[in-house]
């Protein structure tokens, strides 16, 4: 018998990262996904979803204008001295969505983010759902 297609109300991606370690030393475990699909037009399973930012940090991101705020978070990190603490992170990746806020890409409820790294050799994993203000889970 043929399979059946579920159909989701929104939008399904998986994005994981999961601190662990390794002989001792911690380490930051990522997965993803690599499907996109747009409606009714069609769909790929070539998209990254995992992308470096610099300074020992990677994002994850879900949603259609991700890979604007994507560079945005990364020009915030590049302009920043490092990390000392989480509290600068966190600055920083809010800072990038208040001007993606600002942008014509910029839809409600459009994204989400999971940033990855570490501050002082301490493994960091924050969550940011891009609804009109960023919010932070850690």
Same mark, same amino acid.
């Given at each position: ?9 929104? #939008? ?8 662990? #370690? ?36 990677? *994002? #994850? ?23 000392? *603490? ?40 924050? #969550? ?9 889970? *850690?």
């Amino acid at each position: 018998p043929p399979l059946k297609h579920a159909r989701y109300p929104s #939008q399904v991606t998986v994005c994981i990262a999961a601190i662990c #370690q390794d002989h001792g030393a911690p380490r930051i475990l990522l997965c993803s996904d690599s499907r996109m699909s747009s409606g009714n037009y069609g769909s790929t399973d070539f998209i990254m979803k995992i992308h470096p930012l610099g300074r020992r940090w990677i *994002a #994850q991101a879900s949603g259609r204008p991700s890979s604007e705020l994507i560079e945005r978070v990364k020009e915030w990190f590049k302009a920043s001295g490092g990390f000392g *603490a989480v509290h600068a992170v966190v600055s920083s990746v809010n800072a990038a969505v208040r001007e993606f806020e600002e942008s014509p890409l910029y839809e409600k409820n459009c994204c989400e983010l999971l940033i990855s790294g570490f501050v002082l050799e301490k493994p960091v994993v924050g #969550q940011f759902e891009i609804r009109k203000r960023a919010s932070r889970r *850690a």
